[in-house]
């Protein structure tokens, strides 16, 4: 089935049904508890850096780990996978000193989402399996400085961001169906990011939509770079996303007020996929399979969302239960907004006529 189709399918599924997005990816590598070497596996076997914890190399040297993965997430009932890619760009890769390798490892962690995906739906007649190529916030940002002392440092600039972003999302667009921009902390970033999307979508001549999900990091109620959730909104509402949302950072019953006020304000597809509660004293995280999709349902009921999973500690059981617990509830309306001028800084502000 070509991407077009299976849009087209999910698209009309969603209509009357909420959607189910996987789980925590990175969560599923860890308690695999893998070593050094099994990151390095024979192709990195004496690269001069430690490599564990980089959890995107594993598409180029433990393929099946993450394919197995994927599968899981599949079977528990998932309509949308998202590719191994969080990391996937020259900025974040050259942590380990491989940002000369991170177009592969994005094209790899792309190609594999999309075999699981084939194979899934050539097995499971009558179920989509879409893919999400994801795009992660990296790990220099536009708007901070990592001095204290010099607040006007910046470890990188907007143009290097935008090729670092262009150059992952050129080599997932052959696989994927949807791009999304994700655990956004700082909204300079995610506008790069965007750029460096539609800049790739053009250079290729595909047209894939666009996701585009940000992050609450506190009680505060605003992304780490300061702005509220309706602020977040309009700096990237001229996007066009097919979906916006939030995830990570909070568990479903912190994040519930910040998705009620998204769902009230955006007018496209709304997705939530929160962790698996607060992290506990060990950075683990307790929250029960039934527990998370208790959240995740109410929401439903409530008209808040049109697709929901999870994020970091949430398991294959998590979104097994999420699926069982969505089973039945009408999605959410898709708002029209009325004409106003819409700015934001840290706070919004719409002037109406």
Known sequence: MNRQDRLKLFEEKLQTSIGVIDGGMGTSIQSLKLSDTDFRWQQFANWPKPLIGNNDLLSLTQPEVIKKIHHEFLNAGADLIETNTFNSTSISQSDYGLQEFAPEI?????RIARETADEF???NK??????AGSLG???KTLSMSPKVEDPGFREVNFDQVVASYFDQASAMLPFVDFLMIETIFDTLNAKAAIIAVKKAMDNAGEQVPLIICGTITDGSGRTLSGQTTEAFWISI???NPWAVGL????GAKQMRPHIADL???ADCRIIAFPNAGLPNAFGEYDETPATTAGHLSEWAKDGLVNLVGGCCGTTSAHIEVIVQSVVGVTARSVL???EALRLSGLEPFILRG
């Open 237 to 239: 509402s001229h996007a």
């Open 263 to 265: 769902s009230r304000i």
């Open 106 to 110: 994005a094209a790899a962690g792309a």
């Open 126 to 131: 009558g179920r989509l399996a879409m893919v």
């Open 121 to 123: 739906e050539s097995n």
């Open 137 to 139: 916030p990296l790990s």
């Open 247 to 250: 995830n990570c950072a909070l």
């Open 336 to 338: 029209e907004q009325p």
